[in-house]
């Protein structure tokens, strides 16, 4: 907006957020930023999406990932987590047959999520296409 | 391309770790906006077992870069591999995954080979499984013959929606039963 116009209405001109700021969440007179959008606790903070062999596709801080055995899968955050309370949803496409797997998270810590799909007899990847990985939380 | 490392586990199994793009790019080129002060991140990194020494190396190459490609490899082994798997080793390609918890590796590294007896029970599972999906298509089939008597519900809820007193009601049953 222009100068001109907040001198005019006696204004201060608009002001980013802090990362304090954006991590509190609070604020309705700053402005967000593309370098500090990431700190909100709403935001997501790591995503991967990888297939069976855990080889990603594509990924927003992640480091690695481990392929532990059958159905078995680590994603390896780049910056961990600030402790293991952070909240992660999975989800994967599936490829053929009948639909008679699940998904489900087997392992937290702050550097890694640990996640496997089953079917009634156990572990199972038989027709996993890609898996989704996401993760809100502080860091 | 990046490659792939494979570790030996405790169990006598083979973990693979991929390292991903992301980390690839940037501890080469750095510029990754750190969560925290830099202090802060090393200092969490710390918290969460990693030494010292690496946890500056790491978050020092997110702000700047500067990593060789054996440096990176090296970091993604100490931050990502587990402290009671041995052996890492860089590999370029890997076995089919046909009978992937039938892998084993050595402890003291060495290529990959299949356990004949784990394999044994990977193919038993996925014949029980491939069975398992079998009898639910049988009673899926089944259900389908039944859809005839669905067929005989509708008209029935028409009626009990259309009921006013709970004799007409108690009087609204499929026919022939």
């Not at chain 1, 480091?63 to 159905?71: L, Q, Y």
């Not at chain 2, 490392?5 to 083979?14: E, F, K």
């Not at chain 2, 993604?76 to 918890?101: G, H, Q, T």
């Not at chain 2, 029980?128 to 008209?155: C, Q, T, Y």
């Amino acid at each position: 907006m222009d100068r001109t116009l907040f001198r005019t209405l006696n204004q201060r001109p608009p002001v980013a957020a802090t990362q304090a700021e954006q991590e509190t969440g609070t604020s309705a007179t700053v402005f967000v930023t593309p370098g500090r959008q990431q700190y909100h606790p709403s935001s997501v903070k790591g995503w991967v999406k990888h297939d069976v062999s855990a080889t990603a596709q594509a990924t927003y801080n992640v480091g690695s990932m481990t392929d532990n055995g059958s159905a078995d899968w680590s994603t390896n955050w780049d910056v961990d987590f600030s402790s293991a309370n952070y909240s992660a949803w999975m989800g994967f496409t599936y490829t053929a047959g009948n639909f008679n797997r699940m998904i489900a998270a087997r392992g937290q810590t702050a550097a890694t999520l640990q996640v496997a799909t089953f079917s009634t007899g156990g572990a199972d990847e038989g027709n996993v296409g890609a898996i989704f990985i996401g993760a809100s939380g502080d860091q | 391309m990046i490659r792939s490392i494979v570790c030996s586990r405790p169990d006598g199994g083979v973990s693979v770790l991929h390292p991903t793009e992301y980390a690839y790019a940037r501890t080469k080129g750095g510029g990754l906006n750190l969560p925290y002060p830099r202090q802060m991140c090393i200092d969490n990194m710390v918290k969460n077992g990693k030494r010292p020494g690496f946890a500056k190396r790491w978050v020092d190459t997110a702000i700047s870069g500067g990593m060789t490609d054996a440096e990176f490899y090296e970091a993604i082994i100490e931050k990502d591999m587990p402290k009671n798997y041995s052996a890492p080793e860089l590999v370029s390609c890997l076995p089919d995954r046909w009978f992937r918890n039938a892998w084993k590796r050595s402890h003291n590294g060495g290529p990959i080979y299949i356990d004949l007896a784990r394999a044994k029970t990977v193919q038993a599972q996925r014949i029980d499984r491939f069975l398992e999906g079998k009898m639910l298509n049988k009673a899926e089939s089944l259900l389908a013959e039944l859809d005839d008597s669905w067929a005989d519900i509708v008209p029935l809820i028409q009626q009990i929606k259309r009921a006013r007193s709970l004799e007409e009601l108690r009087t609204i049953w499929p026919k022939g039963h």
